[in-house]
Nanobody
Framework: QVQVVESGGGLVQAGGSLRLSCVTS????????MAWFRQAPGKEREFVAAIRWFDGRTDYADSVKGRFTISRGNAKTTVYLQMNSLNPEDTAVYYC????????????????????WGQGTQVTVSS
């Protein structure tokens, strides 16, 4: 079992920044990848960013490239999402997810790749 807990959400004005944190505990030694997804009201959950644990490779949704950065902590039980130049379209509940099984990296944006999910943290960007 892996527990996933997000934090760092809040209300920010357009153009501002936020840093989300995700702490994992439990069977974290077998983590293959971690990712951030988001879900806006009335919309499906969508991929934001992912990081592959063994080599640190990262990938992003086109909508956040150049503005968001995913990174991991030294203890490799924490992943961050630095969000800059936020706009109202970024308003959503942000979820952290952990994948324990090695997959083709081309599948990184698929919800089914990830085995454990956090409860989410709300990010609201005002115009």
């Amino acid at each position: 079992q892996v527990q996933v807990v997000e934090s760092g959400g809040g209300l920010v004005q357009a153009g501002g920044s936020l840093r989300l944190s995700c702490v994992t505990s439990g069977r974290t030694f077998s983590t293959y990848a971690m990712a951030w997804f988001r879900q806006a009201p009335g919309k499906e959950r969508e991929f934001v960013a992912a990081i592959r644990w063994f080599d640190g490779r990262t990938d992003y949704a086109d909508s956040v490239k150049g503005r968001f950065t995913i990174s991991r902590g030294n203890a490799k039980t924490t992943v961050y999402l630095q969000m800059n130049s936020l706009n109202p379209e970024d308003t959503a509940v942000y979820y952290c997810a952990a994948g324990l099984h090695q997959r083709d990296w081309s599948l990184k944006s698929a919800l089914g790749v990830y085995d454990y999910w956090g409860q989410g943290t709300q990010v609201t960007v005002s115009s």
